[in-house]
């Protein structure tokens, strides 16, 4: 079937982490990085934290953002104490109040541009806080989405098949005229596959490996991947 739909995940992909608020957490404890270092890091925990996401645990549980972070300050050579922990409760608490994913893909502009120049429908499937909405609408990327589904806001969370499908249903297509695009393999290639849907999985460090799915560094490498199926 010819494809009519292109799905993103919204955090590491559409929205990335604000790294700035990790690295000052880090440095208050007397943990001096540079910003690319702990991106490297952080690349690095997300394919950690798979096979644990893997066993049914939710992407927004607080214990699974503790480990996430605990895997960060592993691959930073920081030893899981007390001042980590200091560290770890000052990002805990930004991302309380503002959610940590909240700088702009810089990217993102031209790549839904160009998928919308295709007149493909375009859509978000995100495990959030009910903040995504506000937060593409306030980076000026609102209009470029048919729907946003965030998972605290519709009661499902991803990788339960469900929220895929209300995402089809949303934007009027079978699952096999839908791509969906995330950071996760667990969440997103397994979630949108149980729906019927074909995934992208984004790996910025090539960190992922034999993955069974298809692979892009970054977002525009991924519609690259999806303009050759329309073409």
């Given amino acids: 079937m010819p494809l009519k739909a292109v799905l993103f995940d919204a955090g ?5 982490i604000n790294y700035a608020v990790v690295v000052e957490a880090l440095a208050a404890e007397g943990f001096e990085f540079e910003e690319a270092r702990v991106r490297e890091a952080e690349y690095r925990a997300r394919v950690l934290l798979d096979p644990i996401l893997a066993q049914s645990n939710s992407t927004e549980s607080p214990n699974i953002f503790q ?3 605990r895997f960060v300050c592993e691959n930073l050579g920081v030893e899981w104490g007390a001042g980590a922990e200091c560290a770890f409760r000052r990002i805990a608490e930004y991302n309380r109040q503002h959610n940590l994913w909240n700088q702009p893909n810089p990217q993102a502009p031209v790549i839904l541009e160009r998928l919308r120049q295709r007149d493909l429908a375009i859509g ?3 495990n ?6 506000r937060m593409i609408t306030r980076e000026g990327l609102a209009p470029y989405f048919r729907f946003v589904l965030d998972s605290r806001v519709v009661g499902v969370e991803k990788p339960d098949p469900r929220i895929f499908q209300m ?3 949303r934007a009027g297509v079978a699952p096999d005229e839908a791509v969906y695009i995330g950071d996760l ?3 997103d290639v397994v979630g949108s596959r149980a729906a019927g849907l074909d995934a992208i999985l984004l790996d910025p460090a090539g960190l992922w490996g034999n993955v069974d799915c298809p692979k892009a560094k970054d977002l525009s490498e991924a519609v690259d991947i ?3 199926r329309v073409s």
């Fill in 226 to 228: 999806v303009l050759r």
């Fill in 12 to 16: 590491n992909t559409i929205v990335l």
């Fill in 124 to 126: 978000m499937i995100s």
């Fill in 185 to 187: 393999y667990s969440i």
């Fill in 128 to 133: 959030s806080d009910g903040s995504i909405q």
């Fill in 67 to 69: 480990t996430y972070m």
């Fill in 167 to 169: 995402a089809l249903e």
